[in-house]
């Protein structure tokens, strides 16, 4: 019998900014659960789209993390030199007949709703993205804190992009090769990928790689029910004094007491938060505000 792999997990941010409070969730979350399980952590950049990217954000963000306690025990994968690898799985994807090129604009997709069930191109001219057939099977899979999931790809997502028309690897295909290539067992990252993951089980098969568990942790919400971005200056996360973020992420999974309080330093604190940490605790909803806590556990601030 084969040893089971040492767990690792890791933290997978788009250098789209700073680091916000739920990125920080993200972080602190995938990292307090490869180690709880006597796992790994790696950081992998998704710089995968030159114009959706900051000058500087992602090195600021590496600093960041490292700021929060959290390095990565691995030199930090970064996608934009990972084309190669990307090129050989399209490559095997294209020879066996699951991938194909498609001129099909959002305009020419409008009557399904942005769903590509077939391709319907009014101009053969523009240059082709390339997508994956998508089989009219339903993907299973259970998620860690959100339960059992079902999405039936052909009637939720319809063939879906691998490579941009304009250039750019899709997520979805670099995401599954990266997972595979860094070994992780363990994806655990926020709700707002729950409905991309049925996408990357399918390619994971396709593509023979193993598949590794996923827990996807509740998003941080404003009142309004909308995700914190960058945008929201009201949730800026300060490097310089980790803590007052770190315990809100904390709280914010559903954990206990106040290992972040005092002045030592913050590799000390994130060991007492580990040693105190249980992902029972994790609240298994989708969303949630700061200052609703969902779980009873929260103590007082
Ligand atoms: N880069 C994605 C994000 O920042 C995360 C992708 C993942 O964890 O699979 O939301």
């Not at 979350?29 to 992998?44: F, I, K």
């Amino acid at each position: 019998m084969t040893p089971n792999p040492r767990p690792r997990g890791r933290f997978a941010p788009s250098p789209t900014g700073a680091l916000h409070l739920g990125s920080l969730v993200a972080a602190l979350g995938s990292w307090l659960m490869a180690r709880h399980r006597g796992g790994d952590w790696l950081v992998r950049m998704e710089d995968l789209d030159p114009a959706r990217e900051v000058p500087g954000a992602a090195e600021q963000q590496i600093q960041d993390l490292a700021a929060f306690g959290m390095t990565s025990d691995a030199p930090v994968l970064w996608q934009s030199r990972r084309g190669d690898a990307y090129a050989a799985a399209l490559q095997r994807l294209v020879a066996a007949g699951l991938a194909f090129e498609c001129r099909c604009s959002r305009s020419d997709l409008a009557a399904t709703g942005g769903i590509h069930r077939r391709c319907v191109a009014g101009n053969r001219q523009r240059p082709a993205a390339i997508r994956l057939r998508v089989p009219d099977q339903v993907v299973e899979f259970n998620d860690g804190l959100q339960g059992r999931q079902a999405q039936s790809l052909a009637t939720d997502v319809g063939d879906f992009v691998l490579r941009r028309a304009d250039g750019p690897w899709a997520y979805q295909l670099a995401v599954v090769v990266d997972d595979a290539a860094q070994g992780i067992t363990d994806v655990v990252r926020g709700a707002d990928l729950l409905d991309s993951t049925p996408r990357q089980i399918l390619l994971q098969r396709q593509l023979g790689l193993p598949e590794p568990a996923y827990a996807h942790l509740p998003l941080l919400v404003d009142a309004h029910g909308n995700k914190l971005g960058k945008s929201l200056a009201s949730m800026p996360v300060d490097p310089t004094a980790p803590g007052p973020a770190l315990l809100a992420a904390w709280r914010f999974l559903g954990q206990p007491g106040q290992p972040f309080a005092g002045t030592g330093a913050v590799e000390a604190a994130l060991a007492r938060a580990l040693a105190d940490f249980d992902p029972r605790r994790i609240p298994p909803v989708l969303h949630a505000t700061l200052d609703e806590p969902v779980s009873g556990t929260v103590g007082p601030t």
